[in-house]
């Protein structure tokens, strides 16, 4: 899809885009989440979904998936954060979209819900990255979701941020390779322009 057609789809599906980050917002407020403490949780699901916009072009297939891909990105720490379920995140992208798309999107949040864990390697282990690569547009969306962490870790907010800078940067090939489908089907590419930002930044 080029980035006209994907911009021409933005922009009829651009009042669903807007209840979504809406909604996806007021969830993330109703569990009184933070970002990095000095943020609503918000502002790190903007600069997913800022992502979306720039760069969804490269993997989006048809002006069905458009919408299912920007409720991927607003909504991908529900399950994880905000005390949603499958069901819960599949019903209410059911307001927005077809049951198609619903399914779709649902698929994409739980693919990137991390696994039950008591460390940061737990959480993230072989499981967790098979669902990802076998689920469409879930490689991009951890793409994405990696580089708005990375590129607000390098912003030297803070202490702690910029350490988090150092762990991405150690665990970058690992990431790269255990999200990376290797398969032929453009909804599970990994954008070379978004690995190049990362390896910019760092």
């Known amino acids: 899809m080029t980035q ?14 807007e209840e979504v ?11 009184n989440q933070r970002y990095d ?18 760069y969804g072009h490269l993997v989006c297939q048809q002006e069905a998936d458009v ?5 991927g ?14 069901n819960d995140v599949k019903k209410g992208a059911g307001h927005f979209m077809n049951e198609d798309q619903a399914y779709m999107a649902a698929e994409m949040v739980y693919a990137l819900t991390n696994e039950k864990g008591r460390t940061r390697a ?3 282990n072989d499981r967790y990255y098979a669902g990802i690569r076998e689920t469409p547009y879930a490689p991009f969306l951890k793409l994405a979701d990696r580089l708005a962490n990375i590129t607000y870790s390098c912003s030297k907010e803070n202490g702690m941020n910029s350490r988090m800078r150092l762990v991405y940067k150690d665990e970058l090939p690992h ?4 999200i990376n489908a290797h398969s032929d089907d453009p909804r599970q590419a990994l954008p ?8 910019k930044l760092l």
């Open 21 to 31: 980050k809406d909604h996806a917002h007021m969830l993330h407020d109703s569990v």
């Open 37 to 54: 403490m000095n943020h609503p949780y918000s502002y790190h699901l903007d600069m997913v979904a800022d992502l979306v916009f720039k």
């Open 175 to 178: 990431f790269l390779e255990a």
């Open 67 to 71: 919408l299912p891909l920007f409720f």
């Open 4 to 17: 006209q057609e994907f911009q021409a789809c933005i922009d009829k599906c651009r009042y669903e885009i």
């Open 122 to 124: 737990e959480r993230a």
């Open 192 to 199: 070379q322009v978004m690995i190049d930002e990362i390896y």
């Open 73 to 86: 990105a607003f909504y991908h720490d529900s399950i994880e954060d905000a005390r949603m379920t499958y």
